[in-house]
């Protein structure tokens, strides 16, 4: 065999291993597998690169092809290809993920409900935005910030709480109150035993006041069972006398009118002035009568007053010289 011969031949063999050696190491699966393109827009691509894989619920399924950026320059569009063996359905959520704290990132397919139509060559989807290390270290810093200001004034909260509560005089009049809550507490127990004790040895008498009230109580409830049958009883008798009441009160006010009027003899009297005086001086004489009846007795004559002669009055007898 001649020298350039074997030499085409080393070349095609080595080109044939470099090849093998691609195909084994590429992490694009499946190079002339039948496969469809799908570009994918997000905000930021993150550190994602052309040839990181692409995965379906962690299982391979291509690699991504290009990344640049859309026309209005504002978003980034990812190219990837899958393998036509896996359809994708339109619901599927897309994402930049990232394999361990600091590994590579790679574009994330998870399947949801597979509602929507299979993507085809060309679709165009929309990416969540991936994390951003630096922007969660940015609000990291932020939180820390904040919470060293948090801190500073827990800090000088306790400093003030020290300062002002927790000092000497304010420890011993807690320790003084804890001292009186616990003699409080004490002759608290105290009392209540004292009460339990007068409870137990009273209970004999209590029960016997209870019974009695229940005596009592049954025999007002007898009591009041005998009023109402009596009150049964003599409703006829008191609905007559509640009559006659009404018409001794109606006849009372015809005397009064009468009196008022001055008719009949009761009338005359309230009415007529000399026969009211004649009344009161019969009446007088009636008085001093009975009240010499009963001191002289009813033969009792009242003595004559004496006539006294005087000048003026002239003898009128016989005279005893003719």
């Not at 065999?1 to 190491?25: D, Q």
């Not at 550190?47 to 690699?63: E, F, M, N, Q, R």
């Not at 804890?178 to 137990?200: G, H, I, K, W, Y």
């Not at 001794?248 to 015809?254: E, G, H, N, S, V």
Request: proline content about 4%; glycine content about 8%.
């Amino acid at each position: 065999m001649s020298s350039p011969r074997k030499v085409g031949l080393f070349v095609a063999f080595t080109l044939a291993v470099i090849a093998g050696m691609i195909l084994n190491f590429s992490k694009s699966k499946g190079l002339f597998s039948p496969s469809f393109t799908i570009r994918i827009v997000s905000d930021r691509v993150g550190g994602l690169k052309a040839g990181a894989p692409v995965t379906l619920s962690g299982v391979p399924v291509g690699s991504v092809s290009g990344i640049d950026l859309t026309e209005d320059r504002r978003a980034v569009e990812i190219s990837i290809r899958v393998l036509r063996k896996y359809p994708i359905y339109g619901d599927a959520k897309f994402g930049i993920e990232q394999s361990g704290f600091l590994g590579d990132e790679f574009v994330s397919i998870v399947p949801r409900e597979n509602a929507k139509p299979q993507l085809d060559e060309g679709a165009i989807v929309r990416a969540e935005t991936p994390f951003n290390l630096q922007d969660a270290a940015r609000s990291a810093t932020a939180l820390l910030a904040k919470l060293d200001t948090a801190v500073d004034r827990i800090n000088g909260a306790v400093e003030r709480v020290d300062q002002t509560l927790l000092t000497e005089a304010t420890l011993t009049n807690l320790a003084e109150t804890a001292a009186n809550f616990r003699r409080a507490s004490s002759e608290a127990n105290a009392t209540l035993s004292d009460v339990r004790r007068l409870v137990t040895n009273n209970s004999p008498v209590v029960a016997a006041t209870f019974s009695n009230l229940a005596s009592l109580s049954a025999r007002l409830s007898t009591v009041a069972t005998n009023v109402d049958l009596f009150l049964a009883e003599q409703k006829p008798a008191l609905g007559l006398v509640l009559s006659n009441a009404s018409e001794a009160a109606a006849d009372l006010k015809l005397m009064a009118a009468d009196l008022r009027e001055g008719r009949g003899v009761a009338g005359a009297l309230l009415s007529d002035d000399s026969l009211r005086r004649q009344l009161g001086g019969a009446m007088t004489n009636l008085a001093i009568a009975s009240s010499n009846l009963a001191r002289f007795g009813i033969l009792y004559k009242p003595p004559q007053p004496k006539k006294v002669l005087t000048n003026q009055v002239k003898y009128t007898g016989r005279d005893p010289w003719k």
